[in-house]
């Protein structure tokens, strides 16, 4: 996440403002070797809280759990990202996920861009 937003704007999930929505996700996790390398939350129309482990990038986890979204996700589906989060962009976009807005916000207290995305139409 470097460059994306201010390391100060991560902290850990249990101080996160936002923890009470993750509370309410259908959770999704992948375990190899009794480690967490991946996870995604989601709630109702909502696919956030998707995180893979660096050494799992480019390997097809993020896809894999966004396949698994039409069983859990609504057709209204949508998302949040960071508009420094290339990667992330790049998932979602590779499954259809278009922007639909851009705007100013905040993570832990820390000012950054957000886009909306949704599946294209």
């Not at 809280?49 to 698994?68: A, E």
């Not at 290339?86 to 957000?114: M, T, W």
Request: charged share 20%; aromatic share 10%.
């Amino acid at each position: 996440m470097e460059g994306i937003l201010r390391s100060q704007g991560f902290c850990p999930i249990k101080k996160d403002p936002e923890v009470e929505h993750l509370k309410l996700c259908q959770k999704l996790v992948a375990v190899e070797n009794g480690q967490v390398i991946g996870f995604v939350g989601v709630h109702e129309s909502y696919p956030g809280w998707l995180y893979v482990h660096p050494d799992r990038y480019c390997r097809g986890m993020g896809r894999t759990f966004l396949q698994v979204g039409p069983k859990l996700i609504h057709e209204k589906a949508w998302t949040i990202v960071l508009a420094g989060n290339s990667r992330a962009i790049h998932l979602y976009q590779s499954k259809g996920f278009v922007e639909v807005n851009r705007y100013q916000s905040d993570n832990a207290g820390y000012p950054c861009i957000c886009l909306r995305l949704e599946p294209e139409i």
